[in-house]
């Protein structure tokens, strides 16, 4: 199944994938500071403290040197690199996946179909909205603005082919403001780890509800 083209937007080009790993490495940080919660604070010492002294005692015993505090900054920088490859490689285009970029460079997203579980029952595809990110010097609120100016488009495009929709917002706040573009969406519990899951149902669950069949 092909995945939507959507107007006002563009497929990123490689350096712009680099471009965005690049601001979201620099979120995974940063964004722990600007909004303080004990989830994000933990996630910021793991990724930023915790990994990069492991890898440091890795590698004096990998080379057999004395462990040195020298080697962290080196080390922080290699994994601050490889954060950025990975994101980079996110936001690469696949059969099942495919991400869009906003036509002033700014903010980019990810549509991707989930994989359907072996024994799971037929029904139509779910996709999964993620990897929203947005440039520093993007206006606060830019990449909220970019989905709800692609909306009707999203939801003609998921309503064609019958699928649900999966979103993580990043903290309650930012799932009010979801809901406040699609009133479809539903709360479905605490992400892992931090977060708010949300939950569009398909258009055939909506008739179905509708019609008050079973």
Known sequence: MTLPVLSDTRDPRLRDRVRMGAWGAAWLFVSALRKPSLP?????????LMVPLVLTVEVTIVLQVPFSWWLVPLVLIAWALLIVVVI????????????????????????????????????????????FCRSMRADKGSALAVIASLYDQLALAVDMVDADVEITAAHPSLAHRYRSVDALLEERGKAFPRGVKLYRPRKSERDRDASGGP
């Open 40 to 48: 994000g604070v933990m996630i910021a010492l793991f990724l930023w």
């Open 88 to 131: 980079t490689a996110a936001y690469a285009p696949r059969p099942h996946r495919r991400s869009y970029m906003s036509t002033d460079g700014s903010t980019i997203f990810r549509l991707r179909r989930k994989r359907r579980r072996r024994n799971a029952a037929p029904s139509g595809p779910t996709f999964i909205t993620d990897n």
